[in-house]
């Protein structure tokens, strides 16, 4: 048709084509900081002083070819029984029968009681106080637990120390500065637990009427 105009079909856009922008993917450089913790860990390795083991110390007295002899009325014996329960007299157990000192009860089975550490204390205060020359031997029974050796021993130098403090005090001195004389020592001794400790504590059980609380 002559009178119509004629469409004229676009081509291509001219000009540049946009291109999509490459990601660079982002990289954190750790090596400094390697670095660093590395010389902190070497600092701390070589400037901290580590803990030794600890271990308890006991002055065991040498042996005598004459060892003293200690009468029952200045002895005092605590033994303890496969249960941690703690036992006390003195003198002959025939003739006076050991008392039960308070313990707490704790988990059944092997060592379930927990001796009172303030009744322990006060026994061995108040029997010291009363007799001169005391002299203590320990029993404990070959299933008892560890710490129960401790505790006896803990208390023995808390009140070791506790006495001497106060003698200082009297006198008027430094503790370093107490003669041998003025100094007290706690005296004591740890055996073997044999056959017939075993009836003792029984029997001592059987006269308290009741497990050790």
């Known amino acids: 048709m002559s009178g119509e105009p004629i469409k004229r079909q676009a081509g291509p856009k001219s000009g540049r084509r946009s291109r999509k922008k490459r990601r660079i993917p982002a990289r954190t450089d750790m090596t400094a900081m390697v670095d660093i913790v590395m010389l902190l860990l070497i600092f701390y390795m070589v400037t901290t002083a580590f803990m030794m083991p600890q271990a308890m110390e006991i002055n065991v007295p040498e042996v005598s070819p004459d060892p003293p002899i200690v009468r029952w009325s200045r002895l005092l014996t605590i033994r303890i029984d496969a249960d941690n329960r703690f036992f006390w007299n003195v003198g002959d157990p ?3 029968l050991p008392k039960l000192i308070p313990s707490v009860r704790g988990k059944d089975g092997p060592g379930a009681y927990m001796v009172d550490s303030d009744a322990l204390r006060s026994v061995l205060r108040d029997v010291n106080r009363r007799i001169d020359n005391l002299s203590t031997l320990i029993k404990i029974h070959p299933a008892a637990r560890y710490n129960a050796m401790v505790d006896v021993l803990d208390e023995i130098d808390y009140m ?8 200082a005090a009297e006198l008027g001195k430094a503790l370093e500065n107490l003669t041998k004389e ?3 020592s706690y005296r004591y001794a740890i055996d073997d637990w044999v056959g017939t400790d075993d009836r ?4 001592a059980l059987a006269a308290a009427g009741k497990g050790g609380e």
């Open 200 to 203: 003792i504590a029984t029997e």
């Open 94 to 96: 025939a003739e006076n």
């Open 160 to 167: 070791e120390r506790d006495w001497n403090m106060q003698m």
């Open 182 to 184: 003025e100094r007290f």
